[in-house]
């Protein structure tokens, strides 16, 4: 099978539960909730990403896409990558993973949750969008952009996650935004307040 990687870089991961940890980060081109062109984002599943994922370059095989992320990783240790998009799930397949695991990376999936595992790997994070059906029954982690018209952390209670981030919505209401998530955590403590200290940083 080949894969269309929108972008590809080595950078540090800027939130949830691995937080600061080393990754190379694997961004597939593609989506199932918003083509990515702007003159769609209005009847758009989701309307908030602000993530570039429309192109890119095409790999022919698992095996030359995996030879790729180990190309940037800085030695042979603590090898991790993560697989996100756009909605990588769409493209991701048993055949890389094993690509990647063989190259001694652990595997790191940032998805929807609207599409199926076509494996195990080693760490799931589901961020659901309202008016999408998670078919994903537990991850490892869950983070929900918060304020979400059409979606509320109380749907998810009893959903099986190790970690429940609340993401502030980003744009122009992102101080409201924060106030209004850390005031939701702060009364439902199972809630964690994620932040996205890659922006912080300055760094992708």
């Given at each position: 099978m080949a894969y269309t990687v929108h972008e590809m870089f080595?950078?540090?991961?800027?939130?949830?539960?691995?937080?600061?940890?080393?990754?190379?980060?694997?961004?597939?081109?593609?989506?199932n909730l918003w083509s990515g062109r702007e003159e769609d984002r209005a009847t758009a599943v989701c309307r908030f990403c602000d993530t570039s994922f429309v192109g890119g370059v095409k790999y022919a095989s698992a095996v030359e896409l995996a030879d790729a992320v180990a190309a940037l990783f800085p030695g042979e240790v603590c090898r991790f990558c993560v697989l996100t998009g756009g909605e990588p799930l769409l493209q991701v397949d048993a055949?890389?993973?094993?690509?990647?695991?063989?190259?001694?990376f652990r595997v790191a999936v940032e998805t929807n949750g609207t599409q199926a595992l076509p494996c195990r790997?080693?760490?799931?994070?589901?961020?659901?969008?309202?008016?999408?059906?998670?078919?994903?029954?537990?991850?490892?982690?869950?983070?929900?952009?918060?304020?979400?018209?059409?979606?509320s952390p109380e749907q998810f209670h009893g959903f099986s996650a190790n970690h429940y981030w609340l993401s502030p919505m980003d744009g122009p209401d992102l101080a409201k935004n924060i106030a209004k998530t850390a005031a939701y955590c702060l009364a439902h403590p199972e809630w964690r307040l994620n932040i996205q200290a890659h922006k912080t940083w300055g760094i992708a």
């Open positions: 080595l950078t540090v991961q800027g939130e949830g539960a691995n937080l600061g940890r080393v990754a190379v980060f694997v961004r597939f081109a593609g989506c055949l890389l993973v094993a690509a990647l695991r063989s190259r001694g790997v080693d760490w799931v994070c589901i961020s659901p969008k309202a008016g999408a059906r998670v078919v994903l029954t537990d991850a490892d982690e869950l983070k929900l952009v918060f304020p979400q018209e059409g979606v």
